[in-house]
């Protein structure tokens, strides 16, 4: 069974520019999720779908980030403009349902910020 | 509020015991996750209580206390590629299904 896929692994911009991550969940997962995880600290989680809709996205600063999940499987999540604070690992995860008990996290995208 | 929290660090010996301790604070509890991760890598999932008690899968345990708000997660017969980082997370139902809250995680060195 395939994993989850991230993608890129890794990213360095200058802060005001534009970024954008990619995320093809396993098979058949209907809830996806979004993590920041700052170097040294636990994940935190940004936004949540289930399917194609948003379930949770309180802890995603709105002002410069954005994620969509238009056909209910692969995601995307843009800054923009990114800042300094944003350096981190953005991890994707899916579960087969809100429900399920175990997350499937994929490898990440560490994003550098100049 | 929100509060998880665990040792920053521990070490350990290789073929020794080792268990590692998570409290947390939370406006509501719906289960409680070990997850560990190697450097440079994609947390993996390791147990899930939900009940008060012991759950053992091989070289790792689990242990639940919901009234005390107290977890820990016991390594048997410490191996080398046990060096890892170890996050606790607890899913909150609060205003979503499904959503984990993570400690900062604890960092295990297994030594010789």
């Known amino acids: 069974e395939a994993g989850v896929a991230q993608s890129p692994r890794y990213k360095i911009i200058e802060k005001r520019q534009s970024v954008a991550f990619w995320c093809n969940p396993i098979s058949g997962h209907a809830t996806l999720y979004w993590y920041q995880q700052i170097l040294g600290q636990g994940p935190k989680l940004l936004i949540q779908?289930?399917?194609?809709?948003?379930?949770?996205d309180s802890q995603l600063p709105k002002d410069r980030f954005s994620a969509e999940r238009l056909k209910g499987v692969d995601s995307t999540l843009k800054i923009q403009p990114a800042k300094l604070e944003d350096s981190a690992v953005y991890l994707c995860?899916?579960?087969?349902?809100?429900?399920?008990?175990?997350?499937?996290f994929g490898p990440g995208t560490r994003l550098t910020v100049l | 509020g929100q509060n998880i929290d665990q040792p920053t660090e521990m070490t350990a010996t290789e073929g020794a015991i080792v268990q590692i301790n998570c409290t947390y604070q939370?406006?509501?509890?719906?289960?409680l996750f070990w997850y560990q991760q190697h450097a440079g890598e994609a947390p993996t999932f390791l147990s899930y209580?939900?009940?008060?008690g012991l759950e053992e899968k091989g070289r790792f345990s689990s242990f639940l206390s919901r009234s005390k708000g107290y977890s820990y997660l016991l390594l048997k017969e410490l191996q080398m590629k046990d060096s890892a980082s170890y996050l606790c997370a607890v899913r909150d139902y609060g205003g979503s299904q499904g959503n984990l809250i993570f400690g900062k995680g604890t960092k295990l060195s297994v030594k010789p």
């Open positions: 779908f289930q399917n194609n809709g948003v379930v949770d």
């Open positions: 209580n939900v009940l008060d």
């Open positions: 939370t406006s509501g509890f719906n289960g």
């Open positions: 995860a899916s579960s087969l349902d809100l429900k399920l008990n175990e997350q499937f």
